[in-house]
Every structure is written in C-alpha cells, then in structure tokens.
C-alpha cells in the first residue's frame, strides 16, 4: 500500500512539474531552470521534497525519484546526477556534481562546480563567471557529508567528510577527512 501511495504522489508530481520543466527547456534554459529550481526549494514539507525531486527527473541530466531533498535547497546548474537512495538536507546549494547512491548530505552543505569558478584578469580584477572554469564534482556512493561542509573536489565512495570541513583536494574511497582545509584522518583499513 505504501509503494502504491508513493507511486501515485510521484506521477501527481511529476505532472505539475512538467509545466516548468517545459518552460525551462527541460534544463536548458539556464535562467529558467534556476527560477524554478529556487521556486521549488521554498515548498514546505513532503509536498516540496516530492515536487522538487520531480522537477530535477526532468531537468537534471540524472535524478532519481527514489531520492529526497529538503526545503532551502537547489541545484544551481541542470548538469547534475542524483543517484538512487540519495538524500540532500535542509538548505544546501549545488552546482555541477555527481552524487552517488545512497549518499547522505546533511543541511547547509555547499557543492558548487569546483574550484575556479571566477577566473581573475591580468590585473586582479574578477571577471565574471563565464569565464570561470566550471567542473563537476564527483561523490561517490555510500558517503556522508556532514553539516555545513563545503565541497570542491571529488570525494571517493564510502567516505565521510565532517561537518563544517572544506574539501579542495579529492578524497580517496573510505576516508575520514576533517577540518579546513580537509585532511584524510582514517582511511579504512587503519
């Protein structure tokens, strides 16, 4: 009973969010995909939870349905994968990333397309992001980013990235890395 009960709420939202995907070129119109994207992050409840995984199925390059995000939080770009089981807190901002399944994310947890976003002229001045270089972070599966983290380089699968810690350089598989900027403590095995 409770698979057919989510069944039908995902059908029910996935068609009110057809209109805005369309709208949105189905993610390719940048400016409206974000309109929508922000628009969707301030539904309260399992409503929200369900029309925003809703929108990203048909936005995002990958979304699972299987997967749960919070109020507050967005995707910044539509050049996005969600695995299956995944699940996003409160109030977290992403950008181009690769989540794997089953990753758990905690509130306030940023993510945004790497490192170099704003590119600097030859004489300081920041130039604006499009001449930025945008990358995609890749998370693997089975991980757990703690609350307030802020994540820039690729974290490998099984890892654990403590709360408020800063991620510049990658993770390797079963880590334990804390602090800013983040330091591997415990790879598996130790």
Known sequence: ????????????????????????????????????????ALVPSIVGDYLRIAYYKLTLEECALESRIQFGSFFAHPQAKVGQG???GSYCILG????????QIASSVQIPSGR??????????VLGSDRGEFTPVLIGADCW?????????EVGAG???????????PIPPGSVAVGSPARVVKTEGE
């Open 1 to 40: 009973m409770k698979r057919l009960v989510k069944s039908v709420l995902h059908g029910v939202c996935l068609a009110l969010a057809f209109p805005p995907a369309l709208l949105s070129g189905f993610g390719r119109a940048d400016s409206v995909f974000l309109l929508f994207a922000q628009t969707f």
């Open 86 to 88: 995944v699940y996003i």
């Open 96 to 103: 181009r990333t690769e989540i794997g399944d089953r990753t």
């Open 116 to 125: 170099r976003q704003h590119a600097r002229a030859d004489d300081g001045r």
């Open 145 to 153: 980013i703690g609350a307030g983290a802020i994540v820039m380089a």
């Open 159 to 169: 890892s654990t990235v403590g709360a408020g810690s800063v991620v510049v350089k």
